[in-house]
């Protein structure tokens, strides 16, 4: 079984930055492919980045030149560093991870910025 939970959330006015982690926790070997989504109100869930166990890493179009997806695995973490934050950023950022054929996810953490 793992756990995931996410911290870094916050509100941040327009053109700021923040730092989400997600740290996995549980009788975890090694976690496979490590992602963040995001869900806005009223819209779907959608795939913000993700990283491979060796660090290859995918963005979104609305993610790429502003957020970095990175890993500890030594922690089991992931990060997602958030830099030119706009209002359209403001969703729950979730964390999900593959482990043993498992996908798992997070509880969420609130991202608001302000125009």
């Known amino acids: 079984q793992v756990q995931l939970v996410e911290s870094g959330g916050g509100l941040v006015q327009a053109g700021g930055s923040l730092r989400l982690s997600c740290a996995a926790s549980?009788?975890?070997?090694?976690?496979?492919?490590m992602r963040w989504y995001r869900q806005a109100p009223g819209k779907q869930r959608e795939l913000v980045a993700a990283?491979?166990?060796?660090?290859?890493?995918n963005y979104a179009d609305s993610a790429k030149g502003r957020f970095t997806i990175s890993r500890d695995n030594a922690k089991n973490t992931v990060y997602l560093q958030m830099n030119s934050l706009k209002p359209e950023d403001t969703a729950v950022y979730y964390c999900?991870?593959?482990?043993?054929?498992?996908?798992?996810w997070g509880q969420g953490t609130q991202v608001t910025v302000s125009s």
């Open positions: 999900n991870a593959d482990y043993r054929l498992r996908l798992y």
């Open positions: 549980g009788s975890i070997f090694s976690i496979d492919d």
């Open positions: 990283i491979t166990s060796r660090g290859a890493t």
